[in-house]
């Protein structure tokens, strides 16, 4: 079964609401966790890198204010998106890593209206 | 930096013949390399890994990956194709410790004719 969950699979949002994107691992603890975004016909391209208990790695581009991480704990961890515009629409994917493993969650698809 | 290149965007093979995906990558060391496939909608599924040992890697769904150091290469291959592996299928780098960053490829699409 699946080893990382993420949550929801699929989420329509209005342009100017925020959307929080879950991804929990289950059967290891995830000390570290990872975000990516997939634009359509492309591949996954790194956001941002998050350690438990410890503020979140952007990668250059990434707007921090704009997509907040949270990881509290050492099975969840949360992608918000901010003030969600179109552009914003895209395919969003976690993967978890901890003990030497690394799963990647289902991918979260928004679609900002 | 590492980096991954895919030199084939899109490839289309007849079911039940042989497949092999290209992939190259750039890294200082010895990286740990894995093939993930993609379903359209989906997320991930890792297909096999490389980290050290026998440099040809047994991986789910028949598929298989040989790490060529000298070419900095780690191809994927299967057989025989089925219907149903049409699908995306990305390679990736990461530094070793196994959950560091992992840098995706571009991807290659796989089409499945009968």
């Known amino acids: 079964g699946a080893v990382v969950s993420q949550h929801p699979s699929r989420v329509i949002c209005k342009s100017g609401t925020s959307v929080k994107i879950e991804c929990r691992s289950l059967d290891f603890q995830a000390t570290t966790m990872f975000w990516y975004r997939q634009f359509p016909k492309q591949s996954l391209m790194l956001m941002a890198t998050?350690?438990?208990?410890?503020?979140?790695?952007?990668e250059q581009g990434v707007e921090k204010d704009k997509f907040l991480i949270n990881h509290a704990s050492l099975t969840l961890s949360t992608l918000t998106v901010t003030s969600a515009h179109p552009e914003d629409s895209s395919f969003y994917i976690c993967?978890?890593?901890?003990?030497?493993?690394?799963?990647f969650g289902s991918g979260t698809q928004l679609s900002v209206l | 930096a590492q980096s991954v290149t895919q030199p084939d965007i899109h490839i289309t093979v007849s079911e039940g013949a042989s497949l092999e995906l290209r992939c190259n990558y750039s890294y200082g060391a010895t990286p740990y390399l894995f093939w993930y496939v993609q379903s359209p909608g989906q997320g991930l599924q890792l297909l096999l890994k490389?980290?050290?040992?026998?440099?040809l890697v047994q991986g789910i769904k028949g598929f298989e990956a040989e790490f060529k150091r000298s070419q900095s290469s780690f191809n994927l291959r299967k057989p025989s194709v089925h219907w149903s592996d049409a699908a995306e299928y990305f390679c990736?780098?990461?530094?070793?410790?196994?959950?560091?960053?992992?840098?995706f490829g571009t991807g290659t699409k796989l089409q499945v004719i009968p």
């Open positions: 990736a780098v990461g530094a070793p410790g196994g959950y560091q960053k992992v840098t």
């Open positions: 998050s350690n438990e208990g410890s503020k979140a790695t952007y």
């Open positions: 993967s978890a890593g901890g003990d030497g493993k690394l799963f």
């Open positions: 490389y980290f050290s040992g026998d440099t």
